[in-house]
């Protein structure tokens, strides 16, 4: 399900796979949110009454016919670029069924090597992949680096929090415009390739492309989106309902090319959310890093906290 906020953040931002820093001016800026509606059930009856849920818009699926692409045909995809084909799996694709003449491909895409070693999949159409491929993300040659590391230790913690499952703790006092997370995605998944809900039958065929997104991941990579929770029909899955269950609950939702996907920040997912965040979020496209931002100060002990709702 879809929740989307208003950015108002001015401030450098140290972009975290370069040396140097990049100036971003992003007032005003509009950010999406997915969410589970199990966390909602609880949150959103003390929000304001000028704020309004987004609904997800996943379309379901009526039948689906697993494709291969072979290694010619996933070249050719990349002939018209000069720059070489960033997958190191051949594409895997699927045709779902809906009720236009001309239905939808969807192909699995992967990159062990994205950010250093991080990799990302996609699971969106072999045009969206062909774009998305030619972004400074991928043709760039500056490394992923972290924004905190043993000699300049983050100034907050994950820790487990009674009735609200994961959460993330100021250790420190952060000041605003502290850039708290950033983190490219590990994951680009086109809405019309989800179920609609999270109990929708799915095909089996289809359902595993999901699971093969996953597992193509470098294992490390992998096992972030498997830490993230998931609806409890799902929790304890490891295979493609288990990766839909945790997209479902833990992606935010970016446009490509004018279509509506949902991106994977396992460390960004973690942040629960508050009708009055106190941390902001943007995305920049064309490097598919995800930010975060303080947008007041934070005491020591306080949550870090995001918005999930749209306002008004």
């Not at 950033?182 to 086109?190: E, L, M, V």
């Not at 973690?270 to 064309?286: K, T, V």
Request: glycine residues 4%.
């Amino acid at each position: 399900m879809y929740f989307s906020s208003l950015i108002a953040i001015t401030s450098l931002i140290a972009f975290s796979n370069a040396k140097a820093s990049v100036q971003f001016d992003i007032l005003d800026s509009l950010s999406h949110a997915q969410c589970s509606s199990s966390i909602l059930s609880s949150s959103y009856s003390i929000c304001p009454s000028n704020l309004e849920l987004s609904r997800n818009k996943h379309h379901p699926s009526k039948s689906s016919q697993l494709l291969s692409i072979n290694s010619n045909e996933s070249n050719t995809t990349l002939s018209t670029s000069s720059t070489p084909s960033p997958w190191q799996y051949p594409p895997v694709c699927s045709n779902i069924t809906f009720t236009s003449p001309k239905p939808p491909q969807f192909c699995v895409y992967t990159s062990t090597d994205f950010a250093s070693g991080r990799g990302i999949s996609l699971f969106t159409t072999p045009k969206i992949a062909f774009k998305i491929a030619s972004l400074p993300a991928f043709t760039s040659s500056l490394p992923f680096q972290p924004l905190y590391n043993s000699s300049n230790p983050a100034p907050f913690e994950i820790r487990q929090l009674p009735g609200r499952g994961m959460g993330v703790i100021a250790t420190r006092p952060i000041k605003r415009g502290t850039i708290l997370f950033a983190y490219p995605t590990i994951g680009i998944y086109h809405n019309s390739a989800f179920p609609k809900t999270h109990n929708s039958s799915f095909s089996q065929n289809h359902t595993s492309l999901f699971f093969l997104s996953a597992t193509q991941l470098p294992l490390s990579t992998s096992n972030l989106l498997y830490s993230l929770a998931a609806h409890e029909s799902h929790r304890q899955l490891h295979n493609g309902e288990g990766v839909i269950g945790r997209l479902n609950t833990n992606t935010f939702g970016e446009d490509f090319l004018g279509q509506e996907h949902s991106i994977m920040v396992p460390e960004t997912a973690r942040l629960n959310h508050d009708c009055r965040p106190n941390a902001n979020y943007y995305f920049d496209a064309r490097t598919l890093m995800h930010y975060t931002v303080a947008g007041r100060e934070i005491a020591v002990g306080e949550e870090v906290t995001i918005t999930y709702l749209k306002r008004n």
